[in-house]
């Protein structure tokens, strides 16, 4: 079997692509037999080689989210990325695309069709975003976290599959308390609480917490990883902690081999409502406040909005982090009764074999395609 991977843009499609990598290799799928397409200049030209695949990639952009001109231009980039999608395809020869959003949507789900290549779709947020809305229609199968995925899928195309969790992170679930804690130097017995935004950071979050971390860290200790975007304002800004707070805040860039260890060592985590929310809160029993970004389409705000149903987070936006983080943070870590209630509704919405039961998905789509 042959696989062409079409994902890239943000971790929230490129982790769950990854993790579905993984499981086809252990069903024996080599990794010569694969290849992944994404975008210039997007997250998956690191990730992609560092996992031992090869990538080629398209010029494209974004076009939700950003100005008429800068959709224009993106799409124009994408229509004449149309010509070297047919032509990968036609060299590669694919017994199925395996596609979980991005900007080359578009061109690749062209190419296959026009070459008779099976398509299946994983949506790793509840809500299909506009990069793969247009592929639904032309998709054999559609993978999807959640069953609230079910209002914008054809019933005869979907599959609930759960959140395909890398292997490293499903690992760190595993840990002790301490030796997650050791990973980063801290000590048990002091409520934990991790920040993050998402792959790139996110700056509404970072400014907000560095405001409020000297009340914080009277009573707790804090792993925050920033992005990259904002990295240099908080390093700075820790180096102006007294010392004695100081030596309870990890700050961090990014995280990629300790990921694991931060989910298992916190109490409580502060994020974007991306998708991956869905699948390693859940995998780590972990209470969360989100805080949906607004531009990006409505999928984060669907995502927090299907958590906070099911009592698993509580929500918060960016104009209101400045007048309510701090005390929304205070009030659950001093309720442990709130957040053990939390943190068994995170536990129930885990899959823990979705990385299995989506390569089975890829694998049927490719069988179904009449090729060996």
């Not at 690992?171 to 792959?199: C, H, I, Y």
Request: glycine residues 8%; proline residues 6%; positive net charge.
């Amino acid at each position: 079997m042959r696989v062409l991977i079409c994902a890239g843009g943000t971790g929230g499609g490129i982790y769950p692509a990854l993790a579905a990598v993984t499981a086809l290799g252990n069903k024996g799928l080599a990794t010569e037999n694969i290849l992944w397409v994404g975008t210039k200049g997007e997250m998956e030209q690191t990730l992609v080689p560092r996992a031992g695949i090869r990538l080629e990639t398209i010029v494209g952009g974004a076009i939700a989210g950003v100005p008429l001109h800068r959709k224009v231009i993106n799409g124009s980039k994408l229509l004449l990325s149309v010509g070297k999608a047919v032509k990968l395809v036609r060299r590669f020869r694919p017994d199925v695309m395996f596609m979980t959003g991005g900007y080359m949507a578009f061109p690749f789900t062209l190419a296959c069709r026009w070459r008779g290549v099976p398509i299946a779709i994983y949506l790793p947020d509840v809500e299909p975003g506009q990069s793969i809305q247009f592929s639904l229609r032309y998709a054999q199968k559609v993978g999807a976290t959640t069953d609230g995925s079910a209002q914008f899928v054809p019933a005869n195309k979907l599959v609930v599959t759960g959140y395909p969790v890398r292997p490293e992170l499903r690992a760190a679930a595993n840990l002790t308390l301490e030796e997650a804690l050791a990973a980063f130097d801290l000590q048990p017995g002091r409520p934990t609480l991790m920040v993050f935004g998402g792959s790139r950071g996110a700056q509404a979050i970072n400014r907000a917490l560095m405001s409020i971390l000297p009340e914080l860290l009277q009573t707790m200790q804090i792993i925050h990883i920033s992005g990259t975007f904002t990295w240099d304002e908080v390093a700075v800004n820790a180096k102006n902690l007294p010392s004695n707070l100081r030596s309870f805040y990890r700050p961090y860039p990014y995280l990629h081999d300790e990921m694991g260890h931060a989910f298992r060592a916190a109490d409580l985590v502060v994020a974007r409502a991306g998708a991956s929310m869905l699948g390693e809160t859940p995998a780590f029993s972990l209470p969360s406040i989100l805080v949906p970004l607004a531009w990006a389409w409505r999928y984060q705000k669907v995502n927090a909005d299907y958590l906070c149903d099911r009592g698993t987070a509580v929500q918060l936006t960016d104009e209101t982090l400045d007048t309510q983080l701090l005390p929304t943070i205070q009030t659950l870590m001093a309720d442990p009764d709130k957040l053990a209630q939390m943190s068994q509704a995170a536990h129930a919405l885990d899959v823990p074999n979705g990385a299995d039961n989506l390569a089975a998905l890829i694998e049927n789509v490719a069988n179904k395609s009449g090729k060996e």
